[in-house]
C-alpha cells in the first residue's frame, strides 16, 4: 500500500507548481518534509535545489540519488482535487513524482539505516531547461561530496505500470538548440534592391536542413533537427527587413555526433550567409549532454530489480528526449533508468498527464535496494 503521507506530499508539490529557477517554495517544503526522516545533513544547493545525505558512520562506497523537481509552463486540464493552482505551469513531466520517490528513499534510510557508507539524496531544480545539473555540479558545496556512482530515473508512458526499463549505453541523447541570427542592411520597402535581406537566405537554409537529419533510430548516427521558431525584421511595412533568425532544436545519440551536426548546420548558415551579402552569428540554449549509461551500473539497477521481482524491460534505443543527467554522467560512473507510469498514461508534458502515485513506492523501495547493494556489495 502507497504510504498516504507521501502521496498527500507529491499532491501539493502537483498543486503549487514552480518552473526551473523559482523552486523557492518547492525547496522550502522539500526541507519540511525531510525533517521527519532525520539526515545526516541537509543543504541547498545549485540556488533552489536540495541534498540531504544519509551517512552510516562506517566507511563503505557513496551514491546519489538524483530527482527533478522542477514543472513546465503548461496549462493543466486536470479537474482533480489537487490540480495546480498556478495558471500556465504545471506538473506535466512528473518531477513532483521523482521528487516524492527521492523523499520515499529518505523515509526507508530513516526507518532502515544503512550498515556502512553513505547516500546522497539530490532533489534537482531547472532540469527541463537544461541548467539544474550544471548549477548543482558547480556549487561550491556540491564540490565537498564525492559519489563513488549516481542514479536517476524518469516515469515512462507506455509502459506497464512498474516496469523497469534499462539500456546500456545512450539512454538519452544529447540535445541543443542552435540560434542562427542572419544581419544584413535595411531598405524602403519600395526600394528593397538597396538593401539586404534576409528572407531568401532563411529560406534556402530552412530547404537545407531540412533534409539533414538521419531518423533512422536504430543508427550509431542517428542525429534529428526541429525547426521550432523563426523571425524576421520587424512589423514596419515600409522597411524591407535587415535581421532574421532560424532557432532549432537539435538531437543525436551522442555527443560527438551532435557536436559535428551542428558543425555542418554552421557550415550551410556561413555558406548561404555569404552568397546573399549578409553576416551570421550563431548563439545556442538548453543544451543537454547524452545520458551514458556505465554498464556496471545499469548491472546494479537490474540486479536490485530483480530482488524485488520486477518486470525489466531492454529498450534497444536511447528514448528520444533530453535529460541534464547527462550532465552527471559525463562527471561520475551513473546510469539513468526508467519506470513505466501505464500503457494508457497520458504522454509526457501532456496537458492531461499526471505522474501516478502506484510509483512512489515501487521508486522508493528500487533505489533504496541500488543503495543497499551498492554499499553493501
Not at 523523499?103 to 531547461?129: C, D, I, R, T, Y
Not at 557550415?267 to 549578409?278: D, E, G, P, R, V
Not at 533508468?337 to 502506484?358: K, M, R, T, V
Request: hydrophobic letters at 40%; proline letters at 5%; glycine letters at 8%.
Amino acid at each position: 500500500m502507497v504510504n498516504s503521507e507521501l502521496v498527500a506530499f507529491r499532491q501539493m508539490l502537483h498543486q503549487h507548481p514552480e518552473v526551473g529557477g523559482q523552486e523557492v517554495n518547492t525547496q522550502r517544503r522539500i526541507l519540511q518534509q525531510l525533517e521527519k526522516f532525520s539526515p545526516t545533513s541537509v543543504i541547498t544547493v545549485g540556488g533552489t535545489g536540495v541534498l540531504a545525505t544519509y551517512d552510516s558512520g562506517v566507511a563503505g562506497p557513496a551514491i546519489l540519488l538524483r530527482g527533478d523537481i522542477d514543472a513546465l509552463p503548461i496549462q493543466e486540464v486536470n479537474t482533480f482535487s489537487y490540480a495546480s493552482t498556478t495558471a500556465g505551469v504545471s506538473h506535466k513531466c512528473g518531477h513532483d513524482g521523482h521528487a516524492t520517490i527521492v523523499m520515499a528513499v529518505a523515509a526507508l534510510l530513516h526507518e532502515k539505516p544503512l550498515a556502512k557508507g553513505k547516500a546522497f539524496l539530490l532533489f534537482q531544480p531547472s532540469e527541463e531547461n537544461g541548467m539544474g545539473a550544471r548549477a548543482v555540479l558547480e556549487d561550491p558545496q556540491f564540490s565537498t561530496i564525492q559519489p563513488d556512482f549516481a542514479v536517476a530515473l524518469h516515469n515512462l508512458p507506455g509502459y506497464p505500470l512498474g516496469q523497469l526499463v534499462v539500456r546500456k549505453g545512450s539512454f538519452t541523447p544529447a540535445v541543443t538548440s542552435p540560434i542562427i541570427k542572419f544581419h544584413g542592411k535595411t531598405a524602403h520597402a519600395a526600394e528593397p534592391e538597396f538593401g539586404d535581406n534576409p528572407a531568401v537566405a532563411m529560406a534556402e537554409l530552412t530547404l537545407q536542413l531540412n533534409t539533414m537529419s538521419q531518423p533512422d533510430m536504430s543508427r550509431d548516427d542517428f542525429r534529428l533537427l526541429a525547426f521550432v521558431h523563426t523571425v524576421l525584421g520587424e512589423e514596419a511595412y515600409g522597411i524591407s527587413a535587415d535581421s532574421g533568425e532560424i532557432h532549432l532544436t537539435v538531437r543525436a545519440w551522442t555527443n560527438a555526433v551532435l557536436e559535428n551536426f551542428v558543425a555542418e548546420i554552421h557550415s550551410q548558415a556561413k555558406t548561404i550567409a555569404a552568397k546573399h551579402n549578409l553576416r551570421v552569428t550563431f548563439d545556442v540554449t538548453q543544451e543537454f549532454f547524452a545520458n551514458q549509461n556505465d554498464d556496471a551500473v545499469v548491472d546494479l539497477i537490474v540486479a536490485a530489480g530483480e530482488a524485488l521481482n520486477m518486470d525489466t524491460h531492454w529498450r534497444k534505443t536511447p528514448n528520444r528526449w533530453g535529460e541534464d543527467f547527462g550532465l552527471f554522467t559525463e562527471r561520475f560512473p551513473a546510469a539513468m533508468f526508467g519506470l513505466g507510469s501505464g500503457e494508457n498514461c497520458p504522454a509526457l508534458h501532456n496537458p492531461d498527464y499526471d505522474f501516478p502515485d502506484d510509483l512512489i513506492e515501487i521508486g522508493g523501495k528500487l533505489f533504496y535496494e541500488i543503495i543497499r547493494r551498492g554499499v553493501e556489495g
